[in-house]
């Protein structure tokens, strides 16, 4: 078969020069192969175009980049796994197993390994940079600056890695969310001073059970209420409110205070008037008991003796009528009619002898 270019002159199927004399002969095979060794010992660092032993210098130094290529990979397949941390080992991006802490070998590149330190207690702050994170409204309709930080750690790397795209930014955004809604059912006197370790624990349970749901693979530790404040631009309004609950919570105080000391005093003297009311209706039913007793002992000697009975009760009575009152006694019997006895007189000096005993001591 007969190569031929239209362009002309007769050239060779290898781009040879025109035939010459009737008929070109074909390229030397053993020339191109020849020259395709020198240039592929040139690129690996051989000697030119050598014999026998520039073959196997060029095959020998193939041979140990080869093997410094495979020891190089075997290396980079290996990785450590430290205390206090977890790997997820991934095979084309998927999930194949954990690992724990120890020296472990995976298959490069197919096989990606991603660590993470399950004993870090990570930080997430809220309302530090941005003024609308922390401005919350509180359940008596006043507005606070709540700045607070959550921590937390990692408890699960494989749902960490997996069922959250950002950790970091999920974490805040439901402690943020779980921050306003304590907050919208809490009195702003408990926010910022009396109950802040409740309001820290509710949200750690709250944004817990969110992340739960999630199975984000978290553990909330604690939440941290760094600083609570009125805005500024309310902030001269709020302390002159603050100062009146103030004095109106001292003003109950005091008024507790009186309370607690009258109180007492009233019930002392009720429970002193109960004792001398008892004491009296004791002292009465007594006296009359032994009034009773002694009429009827004395209707007993009555009913003995009535005509001296009779007598004796006449003249203890009068004894006791007549015990309190000046008399003069005047016997019927004395010898006859006594003819001016001044009796008016006699009880008038009577009555003025004991007022005019002290102007005698004078």
């Not at 993470?116 to 509180?138: A, H, S």
Request: glycine letters at 12%.
């Amino acid at each position: 078969m007969s190569w031929q270019n239209n362009g002309g002159g007769d050239r060779g199927p290898w781009g040879q020069g025109p035939k010459k004399g009737g008929g070109g002969q074909p390229p030397d095979i053993d020339e191109l192969i020849r020259k395709g060794q020198d240039k592929f010992r040139s690129a690996f660092g051989g000697g030119g175009s050598g014999g026998g032993s520039g073959s196997f210098g060029g095959g020998r130094n193939f041979g140990m980049i080869i093997g410094g290529l495979l020891v190089f990979w075997l290396f980079t397949c290996f990785y450590t796994v430290n205390a206090g941390e977890e790997g997820v080992v991934l095979r084309f991006g998927k999930f194949v197993k954990t690992s724990q802490p120890g020296i472990h070998f995976h298959f490069r590149p197919i096989e990606s390994v991603e660590i993470t330190n399950t004993e870090e207690e990570r930080e997430t702050q809220v309302g530090f940079v941005n003024e609308k994170e922390r401005q919350m409204l509180t359940g008596d309709e006043n507005i606070v600056d709540a700045q607070f930080t959550v921590f937390w750690q990692v408890n699960d790397v494989y749902a960490f890695q997996f069922n959250l795209k950002d950790q970091a930014e999920s974490v805040k955004s439901i402690a943020e969310s779980a921050m306003r809604e304590v907050v919208a059912k809490t009195e702003v006197e408990r926010v910022i001073t009396s109950d802040k370790a409740g309001i820290e624990e509710e949200v750690r349970q709250i944004s817990q059970r969110i992340l739960d749901e999630y199975q984000a693979g978290i553990e909330v530790v604690r939440v941290n209420l760094d600083e609570v404040r009125p805005p500024e631009e309310i902030s001269d309004a709020f302390n002159d409110v603050q100062k009146a609950e103030a004095d109106r919570d001292r003003t109950i105080s005091l008024a507790m205070l009186e309370q607690n000391r009258i109180v007492p005093e009233a019930r002392g003297q009720a429970a002193k008037m109960l004792q001398e009311a008892e004491a009296y209706k004791e002292r009465v039913i007594a006296e009359a008991e032994g009034e009773a007793s002694r009429f009827e002992a004395i209707l007993v000697e009555y009913s003995k003796a009535k005509d001296v009975t009779r007598s004796r009760l006449y003249l203890d009575t009068m004894q006791q009528i007549l015990s309190g009152t000046d008399k003069i006694v005047i016997d019927g019997n004395g010898g006859g009619v006594v003819p001016y006895l001044p009796l008016n007189e006699l009880n008038r000096r009577s009555l003025q002898a004991p007022s005019s005993q002290p102007n005698s001591g004078q």
